[in-house]
């Protein structure tokens, strides 16, 4: 069984370029999680999806930040006009819809940001 | 804002010792996970405690959640080299996202 997926593994971006990241959850995961982990902090949350329905969106920052998890393909973490403090690495999980509170992470992608 | 405090966040030694890693919160969890991560990955789950008192082994890993499940612990026995990593506790409290500690960095010296 494939774990869940990330890509890519290192995104190098300038500042004002977007960012977007990849994840696509283990078999029979229909609940997705997003996380970011910044030098030196621990993983905060930041937004819980199922398909096509963002149910928590409370860890998104309020501007420059969207996701999504459409029916077909992969989740997606968007970053627009990227600055440096954007610079981290963002983790993907996922659960089985029946026990949410167990969640399986992704390799992450490293995003810098120049 | 529910918050998860770990202790010790550096810990170093030899090979062959025992350690304790605490998880502690003034709030009641509905479930807390202990997650092992390595430099450049993503976090593996070791485990979850879901009742109060509870007990789990994972070979020379032992986990405890407290009776009032504000409270958890990880020990290792004769612990090695390989045991070396970042062991987070994760906290739920009903809703579907996570709280993370900031984590124990743990060294074992050969």
């Known amino acids: 069984n494939a774990g869940v997926m990330q890509n890519p593994r290192h995104l190098v971006r300038r500042r004002g370029q977007e960012a977007r990241l990849r994840c696509s959850p283990m078999?029979?995961?229909?609940?997705v999680y997003w996380y970011r982990q910044l030098p030196e902090e621990g993983l905060k949350f930041m937004v819980y999806l199922q398909k096509e329905n963002i149910i928590d969106e409370s860890g998104m920052p309020k501007e420059r930040f969207s996701a999504e998890f459409p029916k077909e393909g992969p989740s997606i973490l968007r970053i627009q006009q990227v600055v440096r403090g954007d610079s981290a690495a963002y983790f993907c999980?996922?659960?089985?819809?029946?026990?949410?509170?167990?969640?399986?992470f992704g390799p992450g992608t490293r995003l810098t940001v120049l | 804002t529910q918050l998860l405090e770990q202790s010790p966040q550096f810990l170093s030694i030899q090979e062959g010792e025992n350690l304790t890693v605490y998880c502690n919160s003034s709030s009641v969890f509905s479930s807390l996970q202990w997650y092992r991560q390595e430099p450049g990955e993503g976090p593996v789950l070791l485990v979850t405690v879901v009742t109060g008192g509870e007990v789990k082994k994972l070979k020379r890993l032992t986990f405890q959640f407290g009776d009032a499940r504000k409270d958890s612990s990880l020990h290792i026995t004769a612990a090695q080299p390989g045991d070396t990593g970042l062991y987070l506790c994760?906290?739920?409290?009903?809703?579907?996202?996570?709280?993370f500690g900031q984590g124990t960095r743990l060294t074992i010296n050969p």
């Open positions: 078999k029979g995961h229909s609940h």
């Open positions: 994760a906290g739920a409290w009903g809703a579907q996202k996570l709280v």
């Open positions: 999980a996922s659960s089985p819809p029946a026990k949410t509170d167990t969640q399986y």
